[in-house]
């Protein structure tokens, strides 16, 4: 249960990019399921203008996978964040999923308030938070709003907005692919190069803690470096102009990739500069 998980150990993160398979392999929510360890699962539809058939359809789904103790949590305003039976549901989780809709909803509506503080100390205490599409896209510290898709990135064309800051120096997009959002990701970072862009494609997700993911389901994530970017035309270009922008790095990876943030770099990959020295004295 939650009450034995390691004290003073943050709980694990799992962003996904969005429909998520609820039917088949499940591979995702099993993953949620194993980090649950037998407690309550508290479904945040709080992203929803209209909330009515997301908790039904995750119990239908998580009931089939042996989780018992399912509640949902809802607020239409942020006066409800007061509500005790409300922050009750709460109460000895084991782990908090935030659905999707709209991430600046559920950054307006419990930012800063008794709810979001009591989430803040289930991860801390070593519970689980996942987030599904806005639900995932919220828990970075600068979250992408809005922005057009399936286009080249045209200046000015971006919304961002401060987001719950449970993960730092990340900017996380989804539907990513099945929705053309490269352009956007990239307009993301080339205002914010010293954070990574972030897209995650539909029934896939990255599973995060002690600032390492690993990549699960069947698409791929993607990230977006900026940190050598030598040229960007952000600052100087007029509105409605396209993006230009010069060396930057991305790393495309698939189930079962690991990719260590602090590095931004994927886990166990040759040493391209060393093997190129080696490959060039075996040809001398």
Known sequence: MAEHRKRGSKGPLIMIGGGEDKEGDRTILREVVKHLDGGRLV????????????FEAYERAFAELG?????????KDRAE?????????LDSAAGVFFSG?????????IGDTP????VREIHERGGLLAGTSAGASVMSETMLVKGTSGESYKIGDLHM??????????????HFAERGRFGRLFGAVAHNPRELGIGIDEDTALVFKDDCFDVIGSGCVYVV????????NIAEAEPERALSMFDVRLHVLSAGDTFDVSKRRPTEVPD?????AIETQTMG
């Open 43 to 54: 479904i945040a539809t709080v992203a929803s203008h209209e909330p009515e058939g997301y």
């Open 67 to 75: 989780v018992t103790d399912l509640v949902e949590l809802y607020v």
């Open 81 to 89: 964040t007061l509500d005790p039976k409300k922050l009750g549901l």
């Open 101 to 109: 809709g709209d991430q600046l909803r559920i950054s307006s509506q």
């Open 115 to 118: 709810i979001e503080q009591r």
């Open 161 to 174: 907005a401060p987001g719950l800051g449970l993960v730092r120096n990340m900017i996380i997009d989804q």
């Open 225 to 232: 470096d900026g940190a050598g970017v030598t040229h960007s």
């Open 272 to 276: 391209v500069t060393k093997s190129h």
